[in-house]
Nanobody, 122 residues
Framework: QVQLVESGGGLVQPGGSLRLSCAAS????????MGWFRQAPGKEREFVAA???????TFADSVKGRFSISRDNAKNTMDLQMDSLKPEDTAVYYC????????????????WGQGTQVTVSS
C-alpha cells in the first residue's frame, strides 16, 4: 500500500514562493505516476500538476508558467515549486499517486495524501 505525506505548506504573501514536498512509501516509487490536486474552501477539488514515471509533466492552465514539478526517485519524493503565488492559489494541496495512469482526474485516483494548507495573503 502506497502512503503519501505532504509537507511545506504555510502562509505566504502574494508574489511569493513555496515548495511543497511529497514523500512516498510502500510502493515502487520509480514506477508511480505522481501529481498534485488542490481544494479551496467551498470549491471542488481540482487538478494542479502531474509527472509521469518517465518524467513527463503536465499542468493546469491556471498554474502554467508559475509552478514546476519534479521527482527524485532515489529519495522517493516529489516536489511542487510554486512561484508568483496569488490569493486564488489558497487551498489544501494533496499529493496523489497512481501506478497505471497519469493522475489528472480525481475520481480515478485511489492514493491520496492527507493534504497541506497553502495560504496566500498579505
Amino acid at each position: 500500500q502506497v502512503q503519501l505525506v505532504e509537507s511545506g505548506g504555510g502562509l505566504v504573501q502574494p508574489g511569493g514562493s513555496l515548495r511543497l514536498s511529497c514523500a512516498a512509501s510502500g510502493g515502487t516509487f520509480s514506477r508511480l505516476h505522481m501529481g498534485w490536486f488542490r481544494q479551496a474552501p467551498g470549491k471542488e477539488r481540482e487538478f494542479v500538476a502531474a509527472i509521469s514515471w518517465t518524467d513527463k509533466s503536465t499542468f493546469a492552465d491556471s498554474v502554467k508558467g508559475r509552478f514546476s514539478i519534479s521527482r527524485d526517485n532515489a529519495k522517493n519524493t516529489m516536489d511542487l515549486q510554486m512561484d508568483s503565488l496569488k490569493p486564488e492559489d489558497t487551498a489544501v494541496y494533496y499529493c496523489v499517486a497512481d501506478a497505471k495512469i497519469l493522475p489528472v482526474i480525481s475520481g480515478l485516483i485511489n492514493v491520496w495524501g492527507q493534504g497541506t494548507q497553502v495560504t496566500v495573503s498579505s
